[in-house]
């Protein structure tokens, strides 16, 4: 995986909150249901992006968490970096500490187009883009399944 555990369940959360009406709040326990993810965690992880201006969130029984900006405005790479910050990225993967481009690692350039790679793939992907992705995914999968199940009864 290109980033933590945590920066991925809270794109996995971001994910769901981008369906969640404007105005509308979404309960961490229904999020980590649906997401399957530990709500425990999830709690934290949210609490974390909400202190960081990237989500509301409301107390009471119509509280939890909504979006602070459009899905279309949120980046992959702004999550990651809130919650993982960009540090990993920048290192050397043999972990010398004096690697740069004026003395590199035998590592360095192929390292450098990777990461290059990664940074603009996070950088260039939203969370609108994931959700669409994922609907998707979930269309064709219930299509197949109905080819399936025409299948058996012919």
């Known amino acids: 995986m290109?980033?933590?555990?945590?920066?991925?369940?809270?794109i996995r959360a971001f994910v769901y909150l981008a369906q969640v009406p404007d105005g509308k709040y979404a309960m961490v326990k229904n999020i980590a249901e649906e997401s399957e993810i530990p709500t425990h965690f999830l709690?934290?992880?949210?609490?974390q992006l909400a202190r960081k201006g990237f989500l509301r969130s409301s107390k009471g029984p119509t509280g939890g968490f909504a979006l602070r900006r459009a899905p279309d405005d949120i980046t992959l790479l702004e999550i990651v970096d809130a919650i993982d910050?960009?540090?990993e990225y920048e290192r050397c993967p043999s972990g010398i500490t004096e690697c740069n481009d004026e003395a590199p690692c035998g590592m360095h350039e192929s390292w450098k187009e990777l990461r290059?790679?990664?940074i603009g793939y996070l950088e260039g992907t939203t969370i609108s883009d994931v959700a669409r992705s994922l609907q998707q995914k979930r269309e064709a999968l219930a299509k197949l399944a109905r080819k399936r199940r025409t299948a058996k009864r012919n």
């Open 43 to 47: 709690a934290k992880i949210l609490q």
């Open 2 to 10: 290109i980033y933590s555990r945590s920066a991925e369940y809270a």
């Open 116 to 118: 290059s790679r990664i």
């Open 85 to 87: 910050g960009l540090a």
